[in-house]
């Protein structure tokens, strides 16, 4: 896996959020709060994570 510096851990809370459309390399927009720290998962050592407040799937078309 990536370093640390490279992952972000996003994080949903208690909402779901469906990506049942979403194939495992689809590009997304997520809008959240980030914060520097250190989460250690089985797949990977993570240096930063994100509050999700919205997830969109990736549109090249929408204004930014």
């Known amino acids: 896996p990536p370093p640390p510096n490279q992952i ?11 990506i049942s459309k979403l194939d495992l390399y689809d590009p997304v927009f ?6 520097t720290e250190s989460v250690d998962h089985e797949l990977a050592q993570i240096g930063y994570r994100m509050e999700v ?4 799937p990736y549109d090249q078309r929408a204004k930014r």
Do not use: C, F, P
């Open 30 to 35: 997520v809008t959240g709060t980030l914060r």
């Open 8 to 18: 972000i851990y996003i994080n949903s809370g208690d909402e779901v959020i469906d």
């Open 53 to 56: 407040e919205k997830l969109a």
